[in-house]
């Protein structure tokens, strides 16, 4: 978009809100914009997590292992 397509969306928030209501618009997107950016930082540090946990040079346990530690005791 151009600098004349720009100028126009503006008249036209300009129009439709008002003057009064801009600079609550404008509060409005920047906690919008702040919110999503806090919540996409928060989901990929709760997809690395899991892998800081791991101890380093320690050997992952097998499969079987595993699971006969999770199986119920009777």
Known sequence: MG???WLVVL???L???GA??????????GRAIKNFKRAVTS???IEVSPKKAEIPG??????SAQS???APKP
């Open 43 to 45: 989901a990929n540090e």
């Open 58 to 63: 320690e050997q992952p346990k097998p499969a």
């Open 20 to 29: 009064s209501k801009l600079p609550q618009l404008g509060d409005g997107l």
């Open 11 to 13: 008249a036209v928030v």
């Open 68 to 70: 006969s530690e999770q």
């Open 3 to 5: 600098t004349t397509e």
């Open 15 to 17: 129009l439709v809100f």
